[in-house]
């Protein structure tokens, strides 16, 4: 059995900054890549970012590079979404996701498909 519970989301001006965490009661947190998708009113879920076991390969949505960042802390089975020069656009429920694999490549990270296990989501709404 996985649980992720999302933390932080709110809402926030355009250009300000949200810090959103993700705590795993998952087997084996560290040896599995993680990610987060979003998804907004009426629109399909997104992926927005995926980080390897280990913290390295990060892959990030074209409309987010530059802006967030993934990180994850094994010793504490969580991991996080740095969001700063926040949009309107990036209004949406951000969820947490688990793989079943350690480094999956770009291709396979960006699927919703490829996802194990989510979160309940978190909303984020970015006002302008």
């Known amino acids: 059995q996985v649980q992720l519970v999302e933390s932080g989301g709110g809402l926030v001006q355009a250009g300000g900054s949200l810090r959103l965490s993700c705590a795993a009661s998952?087997?084996?947190?560290?040896?599995?890549?993680m990610a987060w998708f979003r998804q907004a009113p009426g629109k399909e879920r997104e992926f927005v970012t995926s980080?390897?076991?280990?913290?390295?390969?990060?892959y990030y949505a074209d409309s987010v590079k530059d802006r967030f960042t993934i990180s994850r802390d094994n010793a504490k089975n969580t991991v996080y979404l740095q969001m700063n020069n926040l949009k309107p656009e990036d209004t949406a429920v951000y969820y947490c996701a688990a793989f079943m694999m350690a480094n999956p490549s770009r291709d396979v990270a960006r699927s919703v498909g490829s996802v194990a296990s989510w979160g309940q989501g978190t909303q984020v709404t970015i006002s302008s």
């Open positions: 998952v087997r084996a947190f560290n040896t599995r890549a």
């Open positions: 980080i390897s076991w280990n913290g390295g390969d990060p």
